[in-house]
């Protein structure tokens, strides 16, 4: 499956983005879908899972209450509402996916996941 991000850019501190990330390709039965960061110099880091089979969700601690992600299985596409940014939220965000993957308070690894997309910027300014 391929899969493309869109709607990252430049935002002022306290705005909101959402991102998107469609699937081309055979999603059915498809596990979870996951968006990851990385910012320059840092490792990448997992902050929202949504598992196909009943909705269960994932946040890390650093984006929980201001970002939400959301499906919409008729466009086979995936959405990262963003919400009061912060100029640390800066990074490279990264859609990903995995058949046989199940969202859990266990946390995210990018292990988990074989199929990604190729990145989309998002730039908080102050």
């Known amino acids: 499956v391929q899969l493309v991000e869109s709607g990252g850019g430049l935002v002022q501190s306290g705005g909101s983005l959402r991102l998107s990330c469609t699937a081309y390709g055979s999603t059915a039965g498809y596990g979870a879908s996951a968006w990851f960061r990385q910012a320059p110099g840092q490792e990448r880091e997992g902050v929202a899972c949504i598992s196909s089979s009943d909705g269960s969700t994932y946040y890390s601690d650093s984006v929980k209450g201001r970002f939400t992600i959301s499906t919409d299985n008729a466009k086979n596409t995936v959405y990262l509402q963003m919400g009061a940014l912060k100029p640390e939220d800066t990074a490279a965000y990264y859609c990903?996916?995995?058949?046989?993957?199940?969202?859990?308070?266990?946390?995210?690894?990018?292990?988990?996941?074989?199929?990604w997309g190729q990145g989309t910027q998002v730039t908080v300014s102050s």
């Open positions: 990903a996916a995995d058949p046989d993957h199940y969202c859990s308070e266990n946390g995210l690894s990018s292990g988990d996941f074989g199929s």
